[in-house]
């Protein structure tokens, strides 16, 4: 039997948060762009077309939404690490990698953070 890598993509979410270590940052929210890539176990392939047989997407939507709103990030690297621990509780997930972007904190760049254990 053939081993299958099954992966769920969210790419490009855009949130607003509040995320910073300086007072402009903590006054104002900023747009951050996030992107996950979550390897999933086999046992939630649908046999038919049946959301009930697999792993509904927006639940890691939602789990990275509610995250960002819950409280002030003082660290892109905090906020990643707590998205990247509730997807990998998940126990139909294999592993993930979580990116965060803050694409507007320069002018002539964007800065980004990962983690990853896939």
């Known amino acids: 039997?053939?081993?299958?890598?099954?992966?769920?993509?969210i790419n490009h979410l855009e949130l607003m948060a509040s995320i910073g270590v300086y007072e402009e940052e903590k006054k104002n929210k900023q747009k951050i762009i996030i992107n996950l890539e979550i390897l999933m176990t086999n046992e939630t392939e649908p046999k038919d077309d049946n959301l009930k047989e697999t792993q509904d997407y927006s639940q890691f939507r939602k789990a990275a939404k509610d995250i960002v709103d819950s409280q002030h990030f003082q660290?892109?690297?905090?906020?990643?690490?707590?998205?990247?621990l509730i997807i990998n509780e998940?126990?139909?997930?294999?592993?993930?990698?979580?990116?965060?972007?803050?694409?507007d904190i320069f002018n002539d760049c964007e800065v980004a953070y990962e983690i990853s254990n896939i």
């Open 90 to 103: 998940n126990k139909f997930v294999v592993g993930s990698r979580v990116t965060i972007c803050k694409p």
């Open 1 to 9: 039997m053939k081993i299958k890598k099954r992966k769920i993509f």
């Open 75 to 84: 660290l892109l690297e905090v906020l990643t690490n707590k998205i990247h």
